[in-house]
């Protein structure tokens, strides 16, 4: 396990019970099978999983209790009775509102009333899931580095390049000099002139995206402050990262490819480091938001003929 991933998900407190579900999906994939199956069986019942022993959640899973207990720290919590008490609290959480019985596998022949309602249904999902395990710390820390950054150099590809060119136009019309690549080879020769005092940031779901590793390590190794936003806290590109934001486990299906849940995941992190960068540059960005808006707007008017 790296650092950053002990970091991201070994609070000094643990998560509130609404945030365990989303820890479970975003984390599972990290884990050794037998840890999978204890994380699997507290998310998919955590009422009954919360009258369990220790010992009795083992043998449910057919694991052992240190694994029980690895788990629950992994998640985040002091030991397994703090685990228990976040899943009454969760299952307490679940009767008292319960999710619409709807989900995002989305048939060939479904009506395209059904297509909205699944599709609106897990990208709130999505975005509960990214705001539920964001590590704030770590997104106070990057909207630092870019807020004062000399320059910012963003990477990605496929559709994390569209997050990327997103991103750099928002902080553009802010008056920040930002630059969004997309090709590789380009990225790591422009990597090449980043210092110390400048911002790189990746962004890969996968977190094993080379053409996005291959520049962020070349800033890193240059003194760039390093940003990935990934949905892979244990990915190679946390690696070469000073800060890891990261964002939901996309749920995939054969007409909802990974690339739609992790986009809407991205988009939120991106606004929420766009607005942190925003806030914290007001006196500047102000003026050069109003400018820009204002020379755009003969091109939002038609002209007179």
């Known amino acids: 396990m790296t650092n950053h991933l002990k970091e991201s998900f070994s609070a000094d407190s643990p998560p509130a019970p609404a945030a365990l579900a989303a820890k479970v999906r975003t984390l599972a994939p990290s884990m050794t099978r037998s840890m999978q199956r204890v994380a699997e069986a507290v998310a998919g019942d955590p009422a009954g999983c919360a009258a369990l022993t220790v010992t009795g959640l083992a043998e449910l899973t057919g694991t052992s209790e240190a694994t029980v207990v690895r788990t629950a720290r992994l998640l985040g ?25 709807v989900t995002a596998d989305i ?28 590590d704030t710390v770590q997104l106070g820390a990057a909207v630092a580095a870019a807020a004062t950054a000399r320059r910012i150099d963003i990477y990605g590809v496929g559709a994390s390049s569209l997050v990327g060119q997103d991103l750099a136009q928002k902080l553009a019309r802010i008056g920040l000099i930002t630059h969004s690549h997309t090709d590789p080879h380009l990225a790591v020769t422009n990597a090449v002139q980043l210092r110390s005092g400048d911002v790189a940031i990746a962004i890969t779901h996968s977190g094993s995206t080379v053409d996005v590793i291959e520049p962020l390590r070349v800033a890193f190794d240059r003194g760039a402050t390093t940003i990935a936003i990934t949905g892979r806290p244990d990915g190679p590109v946390t690696q070469y990262a000073d800060h890891v934001l990261t964002t939901s486990t996309a749920r995939e299906s054969e007409l909802r490819p990974a690339a739609m849940s992790s986009r809407t995941s991205q988009l939120l992190v991106v606004d929420c480091l766009f607005i942190g960068v925003a806030q914290r540059t007001y006196e500047t960005a102000a003026p050069a938001l109003a400018a820009s808006y204002e020379a755009l707007a003969h091109r939002h008017t038609p002209r007179p003929r």
């Open 77 to 101: 919590y002091p030991g397994y009775r703090d685990l228990r008490l976040a899943l009454a609290g969760l299952a307490a959480h679940q009767q008292s509102g319960r999710a619409p019985s």
């Open 107 to 134: 048939a060939v022949d479904d009506p395209i009333a059904d297509v909205v309602a699944k599709l609106a249904y897990d990208e709130q999902q999505t975005l509960a899931d990214t705001a539920a395990g964001l």
